[in-house]
């Protein structure tokens, strides 16, 4: 499916937050920004070194991110005959974080744990990053949620 529509090196879809990823050839290291997102690669190879850690995954393997990311990465395995092929799903961290308060241990999880499994480091970060990005202190939306329920994505 991805080679059928993908034709050129990143390839936008009808579906809303999917991309498709393309790469005939092996790339040099270039400096990007991963948003939260899954990413799964289809065919080829690809690496990505993040501070001194270097991260490779190939086809049939998947990179989840869950806060935004800069990584340095390279395709390392592609060719006009067998050519990388990845795809990527967006997330929404807003959405999963109403997602993991709805769920029926958010009821008894703190804004820590909560932050813990949305990708903050560090309980503070995720307090004083949520009033800012939301307006309102995460316990606040959560006993929102518990009483009125989730938010509905359009």
Known sequence: MIAQHCYERRTAIAIPRVGLMRSDTPTLPMGVVYQPMLY???QGAKQALLGDTIVEYAAGQY???SVDLPITGAV???SPDAPYLALSLQLDPAVLAD???TLPTAAQADAASIGFAVGYESPSQ???EYP???GQPPLRDAARLRTQGPLVEV
Do not use: K
């Open 63 to 65: 990179v989840l991110v």
């Open 40 to 42: 799964v690669v289809a």
């Open 76 to 78: 390392t395995q592609a």
């Open 126 to 128: 995720f307090s004083r």
């Open 132 to 134: 800012r990005m939301y």
């Open 99 to 101: 997602m993991l308060l």
